[in-house]
């Protein structure tokens, strides 16, 4: 018997965890991971981007078949998943798997609660679904992580692993609750290679494309899996073949044992890192930084120089151009700023400890805010470089007027397995993201109801409580602009 491609290792990983019980951890992680990926769908409906997106989606017609948080009508399962993908990711809110620091549930989620309500999938399929969706994505990305150069080989070419590998994980996802079998989980991921993209260039100096990346595959991981249902197949050696994935991608620089390295036994999932701030994971260590300065009595106004020590790896992200990230023209901006997270800390932040509030235009042009972050280095530091990138961390020095030096050290991040939220913190930020559109009381009683059912999904064998959670979210929304 010929020994089995990457793509069948995976196929027979999927086909297997959907006969056996999830550990209870990894099922847990999931259910945390939907109730969060909703009310970040929640919370972003008023941006313009997201507007227009469900604005293009409203546009194309077509059969209703899934439900998109926003709209009140069903529309094609693939346009769901790219309108809930879109929505999931647009304010940077969204769950983080370090090391290969891709983003994983805004691409995956939506493409399976999409495919779930449009075959009538069950909860607890739906959930094992996204166990395996996002553990595929995690794997490939991990493949594509260079342990040498502590960075991902996607990022240094210039591509967005999210989208990349979270569309081969979404269409997993999706074949599965399709009822594909093994075989139809392979030609899923063959095909939707085909489909993978994403250019991040935009994290650099601006634009918002970024944001239709996970809807994107989330939409290439739905249509995959409709076309393997037609009859479409795609080629067993995807990943390790001579013109598959890891060479059009990463140029053959990949590791295909971090996907079949304990594979079924060992789960990612439960470690990926949930985000407790609205921005770019690499900033959050210098909220909290800043926090510690704050409580310890230094004041914005006192500082008279601060520098941020991060890992050199990202100082391209949040700290180049210099001059663009100390003047972020948009709340959009201010969230890739390390100066601006600096700002935020010192200057108090909502929610969690940094809210939606926090970053907005407004604030970001706010003059004593940009006053301060004039006065902020970004520099590489080689004890966060010792820890990158398992961790975020940072290491911020202040002087104030008084001539007194400050440190504050943050070398793990909030919300990951050494310092994980708490239930009441998931609420709390599932709550704030949906009081941004729904008025404070309404936001309540809806978060209640919504929690218990997806925290309750995979113990649930109804094949339509996918369908009628997201359709419970979308009318509410509806009635209150009008």
Known sequence: MAERTLAEHLAAFAAKSTQSQLPGDVAASVGRRVLDVLGLCVAALDLPTSRAALDHVAEQGGAPQAHAVGLPAAVPAAWAAFANGVTAHSLDYDDTHLPSVLH?????????????????????????????????????????YDERLGNSVFFEHGQHATS????????????????????GVRDALGITASMAAGVIEANRTGGTVKRVHCGWAAHSAVTAAQLVRRGFTGPPTVLEGRFGFFEAFLRGEADPAAITDGLGDEWAVPGIFFKPYPANHF?????????????RGVRPQDVTSATLGVPGAVIRTIGEPIETKRAPVTGYQAQFSGPYAVAVGLFGGGGLGAALADYTDALA??????????????VADARCDAVFP??????????TADGREWTEEV????????????????????????AVTLPADVAGAVADEVTDTVLGLAASDDPAVVGRLLARLTPTFSDTEE
């Open 283 to 295: 900033t959050h260590t210098a909220v909290d930084a800043a926090a510690r300065l704050r409580e």
């Open 411 to 434: 070398l793990t991040n909030r919300g990951g397995p050494d310092r994980p939220l708490t239930d009441a913190e998931h609420a709390r930020k599932f709550r704030d993201n949906l």
């Open 104 to 144: 994983p549930s805004a691409a995956v989620v939506p493409a399976a609660l999409a495919a779930a309500e449009y075959a009538g999938a069950s909860g607890a399929r739906t959930v094992e679904a996204i166990a395996v969706g996002l553990e595929i994505t995690v794997r490939l990305g991990m493949a594509g």
């Open 365 to 378: 042009a706010d003059p004593d805010r940009r006053a301060l972050m004039a006065k902020v280095d970004v």
């Open 390 to 399: 398992h961790q975020f961390p940072a290491v911020l020095r202040v002087t």
């Open 164 to 183: 990349i590998c979270g569309a081969m994980g979404g269409a997993a996802a999706a074949a599965l609750l399709l009822d594909l079998g093994e075989d």
